[in-house]
């Protein structure tokens, strides 16, 4: 009769106890409203941001915003006192020279090298004969290459097209097209030629979204994988040339694009030869450090022994940043991933104000809003291989990746989010915040994404991956793409700030929940989602 009067009043304590944690919860939760979404989202998705594109001032001007309110909120700077976990990122930048009869031609408007088959230490050669084989074929009897040995020696040929007759340009023949290149780079390549240089008359129109493609230089975490994948690069040198070029070039052999075109055509026979020109060229990848950091604000825990495991909450606060055709120049980026920023920063302040009132969760937060999530997960891929905290005390991630629109399928009723992940590894975690939904907030939970198999590959295309990946349970919430994902049109005028809100709130009780339980989820899951043996 004794054991039984203690276990009721144990029941009643925990009972208690878990109310109060309720009362709590919803107390402090009062922070993440619509107002306060907008606050933070009108400043981050504005166009004095610029699209917040890695690397770019936009980025910056981000990061020193979420800094600064982490600090005002009395969040600790974790990385040695700092907020910003810098990145070893770089970029390089192609110098590219092509000189043709002595005349230099001018890079990206008369010809381009191709920056991904240039090694890290680059290349130089000069020659003053160059081997012309038509358009490259060996099929159907006609044989540009026959007699000829192209080992050692710089090649020239017409990117597209056939010896008699040309279709017409289409999707179709720009792809065929494409592949029969690769096919001729490939024989050239296994038959030891020094470079190739290719006539492509698109140059001489370049698109604008090619040109913007060529002036760029690609983001590259400083990895010694991505230094060895660099030197590793042993592609055929590859000079794509347009008319000016071409036309400086068979002037030496006295005749012209037309006319060697026609001359082929005219006698069904390939007119391969050695034009006696002097040609040089080199390229070298000049490499330019940039600024990139992951944005990171600690609450540590109350508890004296679960504060050392962490409760990680993400988001990715950049963008792709301005395009080059449009009115409209900037993509905001207002729900991709401004929205899940914001809900970061809302999730901060109400976890901190609630741990001044003496209501801080037993366990400890990281908040960290990454960059470089639109290059490829770079800033999580970085936080996974250079931990602040150790992953093994890292008991759970809950990323947020758009969270202020709605997608098609739920026009009529935009009272959802979609979670992926939830079970793949933890089925406690799954538990977990599918109770804190309906204890707190009752948002139709939407699973449709929730699976490995999914054609959209939505689990592996944001930064919990990088945590999974380790074995580390997750959540990511998503609503779905819309028309103006990734285009100008993601702006803060079409955000849901109610819904953005309401969301924001699921994460947030979830957390709540995690930080304060009394066990972590336990990881009973394999990879491929089977339960454990």
């Known amino acids: 009769m004794k054991k039984h009067i203690l276990y009721l009043g144990l029941v009643a304590l925990l009972s208690c106890n878990a109310s109060a944690q309720n009362k709590n919860a919803i107390k402090f939760s009062k922070t993440i409203t619509k107002e306060n979404a907008y606050e933070h989202l009108s400043v981050l998705a504005s166009d004095e941001y610029e ?24 969040l600790k700077g974790p990385v040695n006192g700092n907020y910003f976990q810098k990145i070893d990122m770089v970029n390089y930048d192609l110098a590219q020279i092509l000189t043709v009869d002595g005349q230099a031609a001018e890079a990206i408007k008369d010809f381009y090298i191709p920056g991904q088959t240039v090694a890290k230490d680059g290349f130089a050669f000069n020659t003053n004969s160059i081997l012309f084989v038509g ?162 604000g600690f609450l540590e825990g109350s508890d004296p022994k679960l504060k050392k495991e962490v409760v990680v909450v ?38 901190a104000k609630a741990k001044k009132a003496g209501y801080g969760p037993k366990r400890s937060i990281l908040f960290m809003t990454v960059v470089g999530e639109e290059k490829g997960l770079l800033g999580s891929e970085w936080y996974s291989e250079h931990p602040i905290f150790p992953l093994e005390n890292t008991i759970t991630d809950l990323n947020i990746d758009m969270i202020g629109r709605g997608d098609k399928d739920h026009e009529s009723d935009n009272n959802f989010v979609y979670i992926i992940g939830s079970d793949m590894l933890s089925s406690d975690l799954d538990r977990i915040g599918k109770k804190a939904n309906k204890d707190y907030v009752n948002i139709n939970l939407d699973e449709r994404y ?65 930080a304060n339980g009394l066990k972590r989820p336990i990881v009973d899951k394999n990879d491929d989602g089977t339960p454990k043996k």
């Open 135 to 296: 358009y490259g074929l060996n099929k159907d009897g006609y044989n540009d290459f026959e007699g000829q040995n192209v080992a050692g020696k710089v090649v020239m040929l017409f990117k597209s097209g056939q010896p008699i007759g040309s279709p017409a340009t289409t999707p179709a023949t720009v792809r065929a097209d494409a592949l029969a290149l690769n096919g001729k780079l490939k024989f050239l390549t296994e038959n030891k030629a020094t470079a190739v240089i290719v006539v492509d008359l698109t140059i001489d129109n370049m698109s604008s979204n090619l040109k913007a493609y060529l002036e760029s230089s690609p983001l590259v975490m400083k990895t010694q994988e991505n230094i060895d994948k660099m030197k590793a690069i042993q592609g055929l040198v590859t000079i794509n040339i347009g008319s000016v070029v071409a036309e400086k070039i068979f002037a030496a052999a006295s005749t012209s694009i037309e006319g060697i075109k026609k001359k082929i055509a005219d006698s069904g026979k390939p007119a391969s030869q050695e034009i006696k020109i002097s040609v040089s060229a080199s390229a070298q990848k000049v490499e330019q450090p940039v600024r990139a950091e992951n944005v990171l």
């Open 450 to 514: 929730n699976n490995r198999t999914d054609p959209n590959r939505f689990y592996y295309r944001s930064d919990h991956y990088n945590f999974a990946k380790h074995g580390i349970p997750v959540i990511f919430y998503f609503n779905g793409v819309h028309p103006e994902y990734h285009q100008p049109g993601d702006e803060i005028a079409k955000i849901d700030f109610p819904m953005l809100a309401k969301r924001a709130q699921l994460v947030y009780f979830t957390a709540w929940e995690l």
């Open 314 to 351: 993400t988001g990715h606060y950049d963008h792709i940043g301005l395009t080059t055709s449009g009115e409209d120049k900037v993509n905001n980026g207002a729900d991709d991933d401004g929205s899940g920023t914001t809900g970061v920063l809302m999730l901060a302040e109400a976890f």
């Open 51 to 74: 699209g917040r594109e890695t690397g770019k001032k936009g980025a910056w001007m981000a990061a020193d915003y979420i800094r600064n309110h982490f600090k005002s909120f009395g």
